[in-house]
């Protein structure tokens, strides 16, 4: 099982960017899937996630410019990141609850992450 970000890059404030995130592999069920963000030396935050049902919840900092979106039948993700700030200058990461196999509960993946930077 593997995730696969991307989508980061660098804008300056006020700008847009949209992140993709994309489990692929042996894969029997995908539950709820997530962003967080990590800047250097702090912990990994969480930004928003949602559901199979695309039932959405967000991190107060970015509610009402951030927007998450799933395509279940692509087993993907989406951050739709509007206004950025400085402030979202992180490496953002993709978390899923996946099962890979039947007989098996599901567990957490991560991808790699992928960069974000907003400067003027």
């Known amino acids: 099982v593997q995730l696969v970000e991307s989508g980061g890059g660098l804008v300056r404030p006020g700008e847009s960017l949209k992140l993709s995130c994309t489990a692929s592999?042996?894969?029997?069920?995908?539950?709820?899937m997530d962003w967080y963000r990590q800047t250097p030396g702090q912990e990994r935050d969480f930004v928003a996630s949602?559901?199979?049902?695309?039932?959405?919840n967000y991190a107060d900092v970015v509610k009402g410019r951030f927007t998450i979106s799933r395509d279940n039948a692509r087993n993907t993700i989406y951050l739709q990141m509007n206004n950025l700030k400085p402030d979202d200058t992180a490496v953002y990461y993709c978390r899923a609850d996946l099962q890979y196999d039947p007989d098996r509960g599901s567990s957490y993946f991560w991808g790699e992450g992928t960069q974000v930077s907003v400067s003027p």
């Open positions: 949602i559901s199979r049902i695309h039932d959405a």
């Open positions: 592999g042996r894969i029997f069920s995908v539950g709820n």
